[in-house]
């Protein structure tokens, strides 16, 4: 009894240790395997991306496909979709079923059920479509890099039977896809090419953004260049490449284009101080002549092909041109504006005063009014960061305008 006693203590915590292997750490042992983290997130990811689909929240298809875009393009491309899934392809996820997930190293397949609707706008049944809700089983790929997780349109697209050299076998395809698939072929720009055959209107939409994209290229490049001169006692850099990597990235290419269309016209002169480049071929066709738009450090962005290169004096102008120099007033002013927010941590100035004599001479006029017509209107916020302004007064009524116009804003740029 008494080697019991000694022992006893022992005896309990061997037993206790055997009770807790037994429970298994305090999980029960349900007989089947514990589901992968990576299993998990692909599964979560996937029902984040048809969530998103079902409520049209373009920012969060955009990240999750893993294109990283400036604002201004995320905005032209988010504008894009919206114009191209309300103008020209009605789509709906009624509801969804993930089927069954598989991981295979750095590839996930998942197998989604939907019941859905694709049907473009303006074509009938008989021309391949049908316009009712039908259950579509589809797989969507995902692929791992740098540990992240992404939708991949590519692969996704390669299991679908969307690619077919026939067109009305294309349309036939299409009318086979899940909402997914077909969103995942939009949101990349390797593949959206094949859309536009279709769909006439989708095709001017699509225009339509690569236009935006264009501008807002060259807005940027402008702004590059701008940062340039304040940092080389006002002289602007002999070649574009000059701006890569301290003031942009890298320099964009013309989404029409496919290429950079900018460097090859870009011109500058030393007395005075002066820039000037084109989005150089015929690239937007449907929204301006060759060599548009342009840009230049004197009035800023002009995509007006129309617009005579010897412009009259303020006090002789048409309507017209004054309205569009006023429009170039309201350019100048936003990228003052984006080059004071480059040097104040992303912050936008409280007034519109502050941006000169830094980063403009002076307050432009608008040459309708004959005075400063956009300080009293300019309007910022903090969260987030954002401002407006426009053109007060009814300064431009021969242009079918109305009051307070041109207009601008963080968000889309020039209103016209």
């Known amino acids: 009894m008494f080697e019991l006693k000694k022992y006893l203590p022992v005896m309990l915590v061997i037993a206790l240790l055997v009770l807790i292997a037994g429970c298994g750490g305090g999980t029960r042992d349900t007989g089947k395997p514990a589901e992968s983290q990576d299993t998990s997130t692909v599964k979560d990811m996937v029902n984040k991306y048809l969530t998103a689909i079902q409520q049209k929240d373009f920012e969060t298809l955009i990240t999750m496909s893993g294109l990283t875009l400036e604002k201004d393009m995320k905005d032209g491309l988010i504008d894009n979709l919206k114009q191209a899934l309300e103008g020209a392809i009605e789509i709906d996820i009624k509801s969804f079923e993930i089927k069954e997930v598989r991981v295979e190293g750095s590839i996930a397949f998942v197998d989604v059920e939907e019941n859905c609707k694709i049907a473009p706008k303006g074509l009938s049944p008989e021309e391949g479509w049908n316009s009712d809700y039908r259950t579509v089983t589809e797989t969507i790929v995902l692929i791992k890099r740098d540990n992240k997780w992404r939708i991949d349109g590519v692969n996704t697209l390669h299991l679908s039977e969307f690619v077919k050299k026939d067109e009305k076998e294309m349309i036939k395809g299409m009318n086979k896809l899940g909402v997914a698939r077909l969103m995942a072929i939009l949101m990349d720009p390797e593949l959206n090419c094949f859309v536009p055959i279709f ?65 090859d016209s870009y011109q500058v002169s030393d007395d005075p101080d002066a820039f000037t480049f084109c989005c150089s071929g015929h690239n937007h066709p449907n929204e301006t002549g060759p060599n548009f738009p342009q840009y230049n450090s004197t009035e800023g962005l002009n995509y007006t092909p129309n617009k005579s290169d010897n412009d009259e004096s303020s006090t002789s102008m048409n309507p017209q041109d004054k309205c569009t120099a006023c429009q170039s007033n309201l350019k100048n002013l936003a990228t003052a504006l984006e080059m004071y927010s480059t040097d104040n941590r992303g912050r936008y100035p409280d007034s519109l005063s502050k941006v000169a004599p830094d980063y403009l001479k002076v307050i432009p006029t608008c040459p309708a009014a004959g005075r400063d017509t956009y300080s009293e209107s300019y309007q910022v916020s903090a969260e987030p960061d954002a401002y407006t302004f426009y053109c007060s007064g009814n300064n431009h009524p021969n242009d079918s305008s109305g009051s307070n116009y041109p207009q601008y804003n963080s968000f889309r740029g020039l209103i016209r």
């Open 199 to 263: 769909a006439s209107n989708f095709i001017q939409a699509r225009g339509q953004g690569q236009f935006t994209a264009c501008k807002s290229n060259m807005k940027n490049i402008g702004t590059a260049l701008e940062m340039y001169s304040t940092d080389n006692s006002g002289h602007y850099p002999d070649s574009l490449s000059k701006l890569s990597p301290d003031y942009l990235r890298v320099l964009p290419t013309c989404p029409a284009a496919g290429r950079d269309t900018y460097s």
